[in-house]
C-alpha cells in the first residue's frame, strides 16, 4: 500500500504517520515511512534550501520546483522500489501539497501544477490519501505554542495564505476520490481509529487480511 498524509500544517500529519506505523508494524508488516520534502540525500539537500527561513525571497515558481525536483528523486529512489518489495509506504506529503500550495496558495497557473505533479510521480499514486482537515484558527493557535524562531519558511506564512491552501485540498477532495477527509480537531486517539478503519475498509475492498 502507498498511503499520504495531507493538510495544512500543524494539522496532526506526523503523529497520525507514526501512530499508523505502529499499526502495521504490529501487523507484522513492512514499512517505509517517508516525509516530504526530503526522504532521500539529494531531496533532504532541497529540504534545507525550502524550509530555511533565510531564504525569504525565494520566488513561488523556484519553490513549486525545488519541490518537484525533491519529489521526482523520492519517487524513483524510494516510493516506487519500495512499492515494488510490497512494503507498506507512508509519506507525511506528497504531490497534494504542491498542487494546494503552490497552486492555490501561491497562485501559480493550476493546469501547469498539475500536469507538473502527474510528471513528477509517474504513475505512483496513493492507495489512500488522508487529509486532515482543521481551521486556519487552529493552525494560528498550535503556531502558537511553538517558539517563532523554531518555524520554518513555510510554517510563518500569513492566515490568507491558508486559506488559500485550504481551499486547495478542499478542490483536490471533488477531483480525487482516494481522499479521505478527517477532522483533524479530534482527539488523537479518535483521528487514528478513523484511519485504521478506513485502512481497514479499503484492504478488505482489495480481499487482503
Not at 501487523?27 to 516525509?35: A, D, P, S
Request: hydrophobic residues 40%; proline residues 2%; aromatic residues 10%.
Amino acid at each position: 500500500m502507498f498511503i499520504t498524509f495531507e493538510g495544512l500544517d500543524f494539522c496532526g500529519k506526523s503523529t497520525q504517520v507514526k501512530l499508523l506505523e505502529k499499526y502495521f508494524t504490529a501487523k507484522n508488516k513492512k514499512v517505509k515511512i517517508i516525509r516530504e520534502p526530503g526522504g532521500t540525500k539529494i531531496s533532504e539537500k532541497v529540504r534545507g534550501i525550502l524550509l530555511d527561513r533565510n531564504n525569504l525571497e525565494m520566488s513561488p515558481e523556484t519553490e513549486l520546483l525545488l519541490f518537484t525536483a525533491s519529489r521526482i528523486q523520492l519517487v524513483k529512489e524510494v516510493i516506487v522500489p519500495s512499492i515494488e518489495k510490497g512494503d507498506v509506504v507512508i509519506s507525511d506529503r506528497f504531490h497534494h501539497s504542491s498542487i494546494a500550495y503552490q497552486g492555490f496558495g501561491r497562485g501559480i497557473d493550476l493546469e501547469f501544477v498539475e500536469t507538473l505533479q502527474a510528471f513528477a510521480i509517474k504513475g505512483a499514486q496513493p492507495d489512500i490519501t488522508f487529509f486532515l482537515d482543521v481551521p486556519v484558527e487552529t493552525v494560528v493557535e498550535r503556531k502558537a505554542k511553538k517558539e517563532h524562531a523554531e518555524l520554518d519558511r513555510i510554517e510563518i506564512s500569513k492566515n490568507n495564505f491558508y486559506e488559500k491552501v485550504r481551499e486547495g485540498y478542499f478542490y483536490l477532495m471533488k477531483k480525487d476520490k482516494y481522499i479521505v477527509k478527517l477532522d483533524g480537531t479530534l482527539s488523537i486517539e479518535e483521528i487514528h481509529k478513523k484511519i485504521v478503519s478506513e485502512i481497514e475498509k479499503y484492504l478488505s475492498s482489495k480481499g487482503i487480511k
